[in-house]
Each structure stands twice: as structure tokens, then as C-alpha cells.
């Protein structure tokens, strides 16, 4: 259930971090009935499983330890390095959804400005997609939620409950860092940064927002991912 203050409007940053941290939760609260209710595929592939994988582009080697990705939105690219010696099942789980083109024509479906922009769960009609089994949170690997950084949504109630749904950190936010093994403490889990287009997602922060049925603080204006794709 959202609370009203989730659905007030940030007054100052402590409030937008607040804002924020219910809409992780809201958000993965919304797509945990959906998966009740049978919209989830329960035969899919595990998040672990092996995937065909691209090659590297000509001239190009690819890092297995720290392959890139590039995010191609309507209103510009950008560019991720993710880091799979740190959080080597979420990378494969993340990259399993980008080689099955997953996340192509997804929504960037929230924007908490000055804090964090929520990604790959949700289509263009604002219909939640089904997803595969969560998987292990790897958030005690070292890795902070600085600005510039890419994590995985969770329950705030579930460590283990990450699928497929990602934000990008917008600021230096500690508190969704790991810091004892309870579920309020265990933090979210960076998987990779941003190394090019970081205006571009300051860019998205400015948009105007609004409140649907589904979701809290959405984007008046649809920001479309048009793929994520391997670019080394």
C-alpha cells in the first residue's frame, strides 16, 4: 500500500531520499502480486542460466570480468561497465535480460530527482513484464551507491528478492549500502557505473512527473528505452 507521503511531492532532500527508498519497495511490491497472480513465468530460465552471448564489435576485446553495455534511450545514450568480479550473478542476470531482449522498449517508469531513476521492468503501456526467479543479493560485495552507479530494485523486506528491474544512483546514497546481513541493512547491490551519459540521465532527473494508478513519481513524458545491447 503507498503510504500518502509517498505520494507528496520531495520538499527537500531528506524527504526526496525517503520518497525514494518507499518507491523501491512500492515498486517491487507492485510486481510481487503481479507474479502471484500468474503474470510471471514460472517456466523461464533461471537468472543464472547461460545465454547467447554477441561477440565483441570489430577490433574490440571484451572484458569477460567487466563487459559494457550501451543503453539507448529516446532522449539519449548510455554507456555502463559492469563489473562481474564483484557481483558476477547479477551481471549475468542483468546481461540474460539484455541478450534476450528483455529491457528493448522499456520504460524509465520513475524519477526521484537528486536521487534515483528506476528502469527494466515495466513496457510503454505501463504493463509490468514477466520476469524470471529472483536471484541471490550480492550487495555485501564491496561496491557503494555512489553517484554514477547502477544497483538492482528489491524488496525492502526480502534480500533475495531482486528480477530484473535496475536504478542508476543520482547521488551518493549510503544508506541502500550494505551494512549487516537484516533486511532493512543488507543494502542494494551495484553491479556497474556509468562511464559515458551521465547528462544524459541528468537530463531525464529534470522531467516533470507525475502519479498514475500503478506508479508514483512517473514521467509525464515517456522516456523509451529503445535496447540495451552489448557493446564490448
Request: with cysteine.
Amino acid at each position: 500500500m503507498r503510504s500518502t507521503e509517498a505520494r507528496r511531492p520531495p520538499m527537500n532532500s531528506l524527504r526526496s531520499f525517503v520518497v525514494f527508498l518507499l518507491g523501491l519497495a512500492i515498486v517491487w511490491s507492485a510486481g510481487c502480486s503481479k507474479t502471484e497472480t500468474g503474470q510471471a513465468d514460472p517456466a523461464a530460465a533461471p537468472a543464472s542460466a547461460a545465454a547467447s552471448i554477441p561477440g565483441p564489435a570489430p577490433g574490440q576485446a571484451a572484458d569477460p570480468l567487466h563487459p559494457v553495455v550501451l543503453i539507448e534511450t529516446n532522449l539519449g545514450a548510455i554507456t555502463v561497465r559492469l563489473d562481474a568480479e564483484k557481483a558476477p550473478l547479477t551481471v549475468d542476470n542483468f546481461l540474460s535480460y539484455v541478450d534476450s531482449g528483455f529491457y528493448n522498449q522499456t520504460i524509465i517508469h520513475q524519477i526521484f530527482k537528486g536521487q534515483g531513476i528506476m528502469a527494466g521492468g515495466y513496457g510503454i503501456d505501463l504493463v509490468e513484464k514477466p520476469t524470471r526467479i529472483p536471484i541471490r543479493n550480492e550487495a555485501h560485495n564491496g561496491l557503494k551507491n555512489r553517484r554514477g552507479t547502477v544497483a538492482m530494485v528489491r524488496s525492502a523486506d526480502a534480500v533475495d528478492s531482486a528480477r530484473s528491474q535496475f536504478f542508476f544512483n543520482l547521488a551518493d546514497n549510503d544508506a541502500l549500502d550494505h551494512r549487516d546481513r537484516t533486511p532493512e541493512g543488507y543494502g542494494y547491490c551495484v553491479f556497474g557505473e556509468v562511464i559515458s551519459g551521465m547528462e544524459v540521465l541528468d537530463k531525464i532527473a529534470e522531467l516533470p512527473v507525475h502519479d498514475m494508478p500503478q506508479l508514483d513519481s512517473t514521467p509525464t513524458q515517456p522516456v523509451v528505452i529503445k535496447q540495451i545491447r552489448r557493446s564490448r
